[in-house]
């Protein structure tokens, strides 16, 4: 039914290690005219099925969705996708007063090449794969059958879908209509700019450490670099924060922040946002910040931009630990999959060198339980974070 993939002789100790990536190197022959996106058997050199998974072209050539010799139908798109869904039940985050959270995280939920979000009654998918991209009405059908109250189905690959496949259909809806959008989270109401805005409309990855944010803002005057819509800046101001300055170079997300922050809270004198460059700001900006908040967007998305990224983490850090009151609090992130935490947590170290101040580390932060790591696919654990004191 499918087409076989033939592996070089000692070239299948990876997928005996359910690592869910088959790389092209890796791959002896095949049968037939492959097209991108095809089902796949793989075949070690002894003859022997590993699995099925998706054909691509590039240094991942196969992602594994099975390490076993299935049929992928729409009873394979339910089993897996109900299982992620019970597992959100299970962790308690899906909640009345959280009705957003990611229900599907790739390979960590075994479906390599799937994201989906959930916003109230709205679901958003991401394809990164062109296998997911043909498949995208099955999983839209086992989304419906699984969760009855969606009100529509957004498809939104237009910024993850391999640029080399030249796929014309990228964005739009699988099923229902726009609507205006607000949800809910930790009993915070937010709007979601699922249509335009990045990612699928909002970092649902950032939720814990939001959380802890509030922990830390009572009376104090924060700062949130990078601010996006407004999150760490919402959480810090129900937290008691005494003002908060929300900074981005994007004047919509600015306006989106703005929504934020007059949903939950009206016209609150004890917030500003600035649409500027983050350094520009941090540059120019006196040293009356207790807690600072860096949350840049990714800036190594490959491996051949690594080093200048690390340059980057350390400029960004350097200029806020110069900058913070003594006894300062900075949340600091990279959501980059190519720098690892071993790499950030050195950038961070170089940049408290160069600040010369006494910083210390009070928790180490990563993405939330609804957007888990495969034990067997360490590149899962994209989101890195330091909670530091500044003295």
């Known amino acids: ?15 005996r290690r359910f690592h869910p990536w088959v790389f092209s190197g890796a791959i002896a022959k095949h049968d037939g005219e492959l097209k991108e996106g095809d089902i796949v058997r793989v075949i070690d050199s002894e003859g022997e099925c590993l699995g099925v998974g998706h054909y691509q072209i590039g240094s991942i050539a196969v992602r594994m969705l099975s390490f076993n010799d299935i049929v992928i139908d729409q009873n ?10 019970e597992m959100r039940r299970s962790i308690g985050v899906i909640e009345d007063d959280n009705n957003m959270f990611r229900l599907v995280h790739g390979e960590g939920d075994q479906l390599p090449g799937l994201i989906v979000d959930i916003y109230a009654n709205a679901a958003v998918m991401q394809a990164h794969s062109v296998g997911i991209h043909k498949q995208r009405k099955e999983i839209a059908e086992t989304l419906r059958s699984l969760l009855p109250n969606l009100d529509c189905i957004y498809y939104k690959s237009e910024t993850t879908l391999p640029y080399k496949a030249n796929l014309s259909e990228e964005a739009g809806f699988l099923y229902g209509k726009p609507m205006d959008l607000i949800a ?8 979601i700019d699922w249509l335009k805005g990045q990612k699928t409309g909002f970092f649902l990855d950032q939720r814990d450490n939001r959380a802890l944010i509030e922990r830390y803002s009572k009376g104090k005057k924060v700062l949130n ?40 809270f009206g016209n609150t004198s004890r917030h500003q946002s600035f649409a500027t460059d983050a350094f520009k700001y941090l ?30 983490y350390t ?4 200029k806020a630990m110069q900058k913070i009151k003594p006894g300062g609090i900075l949340f ?38 609804d957007h888990p790591i495969n034990i067997y696919h360490p590149e899962g654990e994209y989101l890195k974070g330091l909670v530091l004191q500044i003295e």
């Open 1 to 15: 039914m499918y087409s076989n993939i033939y592996l070089r002789k000692g070239k299948d100790q990876s997928l």
């Open 76 to 85: 394979f798109w339910a089993k897996h996708i109900n299982a992620a869904l």
């Open 184 to 191: 809910v989270e930790n009993g915070l109401k937010f709007h």
């Open 225 to 264: 670099m990078f601010c996006y819509t407004g999150g760490f800046s919402v959480y810090a101001l129900r937290g008691g924060a005494e003002a908060v300055h929300s900074v981005d170079s994007s004047e919509r997300a600015i306006d989106v922040t703005d929504r934020n922050i007059a949903l939950n």
């Open 283 to 312: 540059s120019e900006m006196d040293d009356s910040y207790d807690l600072i908040v860096l949350d840049p967007p990714a800036f190594a998305k490959h491996r051949d931009a690594l080093h200048n990224a690390l340059k980057g």
């Open 315 to 318: 400029r960004l850090n350097a």
């Open 332 to 369: 600091t992130f990279s959501c980059s999959q190519a720098v690892n935490k071993d790499q950030f947590r050195l950038a961070v170290f170089t940049a408290a060198a160069q600040s010369k101040r006494y910083v210390r580390i009070l928790h180490q932060l990563h993405q939330p339980a």
